[in-house]
């Protein structure tokens, strides 16, 4: 899903989107302050933080990544085929020096309501989905298909007054 400029942001449409090239890199500091993560995991940790409502691509991640370290805040370390991203002393101090003084970026989403996002629900379903068809094995795959199955009939189940949870 592209979204340019006159496509939904924060406090446009239904609240998910892109946010400023900036808080992605705030974003990626403040998580790198708590503790050593891959990429995948700066993504996926945005999105816990922000409730679902923001995950920024690796387009926007591995980009801000490249760019730390040409500064000198992070290092980039292979650790098991995965490269590892961890503050250096530099980048602590950067950090700690703008702690009082930076927006927090995750601060425009307190107030979302994930549960009812149901776009954004999917998205994060889609993205989980991909991440299982590139580099899960063919008995992963084969468990993707069916969860998805499952959860198609479940909702179609919904709207013909099926069972109202999960659990029923």
Same mark, same amino acid.
């Given at each position: 899903?592209?979204?340019?400029?006159?496509?939904?942001?924060?406090?446009?449409?239904?609240?998910?989107?892109?946010?400023?090239?900036?808080?992605?890199?705030?974003?990626?500091?403040?998580?790198?302050?708590?503790?050593?993560?891959?990429?995948?995991?700066?993504?996926?940790?945005?999105?816990?933080?922000?409730?679902?409502?923001?995950?920024?691509?690796?387009?926007?991640?591995?980009?801000?990544?490249?760019?730390?370290?040409?500064?000198?805040?992070?290092?980039?370390?292979?650790?098991?085929?995965?490269?590892?991203?961890t503050?250096?002393? /530099?980048?602590?101090?950067?950090? @700690?020096? =703008? +702690?009082?003084?930076?927006?927090?970026?995750?601060?425009?989403?307190? *107030?979302? !309501?994930?549960?009812?996002?149901?776009?954004?629900?999917?998205?994060?379903?889609?993205?989980?989905?991909?991440?299982?068809?590139?580099?899960?094995?063919?008995?992963?795959?084969?468990? /993707?298909?069916?969860?998805?199955? @499952?959860? =198609? +009939?479940?909702?179609?189940?919904?709207?013909?007054?099926g069972?109202k *949870?999960? !659990?029923?």
């Amino acid at each position: 899903m592209h979204r340019g400029r006159g496509g939904r942001g924060p406090g446009r449409g239904s609240g998910r989107g892109r946010a400023p090239r900036g808080d992605v890199r705030t974003a990626v500091l403040i998580l790198l302050g708590e503790e050593p993560m891959h990429g995948y995991q700066l993504m996926q940790a945005i999105a816990d933080r922000s409730g679902g409502r923001w995950t920024p691509s690796p387009g926007a991640i591995y980009p801000t990544i490249n760019q730390l370290e040409d500064e000198g805040l992070v290092t980039v370390t292979a650790d098991a085929g995965r490269k590892l991203v961890t503050l250096t002393d /530099a980048g602590r101090q950067y950090v @700690e020096e =703008r +702690r009082e003084t930076s927006a927090d970026p995750f601060a425009g989403f307190a *107030t979302a !309501e994930p549960a009812n996002d149901l776009r954004g629900l999917l998205e994060e379903l889609h993205s989980a989905t991909r991440q299982v068809a590139r580099s899960g094995s063919d008995e992963q795959r084969a468990a /993707a298909a069916k969860i998805l199955s @499952e959860a =198609r +009939r479940s909702l179609y189940l919904l709207l013909a007054d099926g069972p109202k *949870t999960p !659990e029923a």
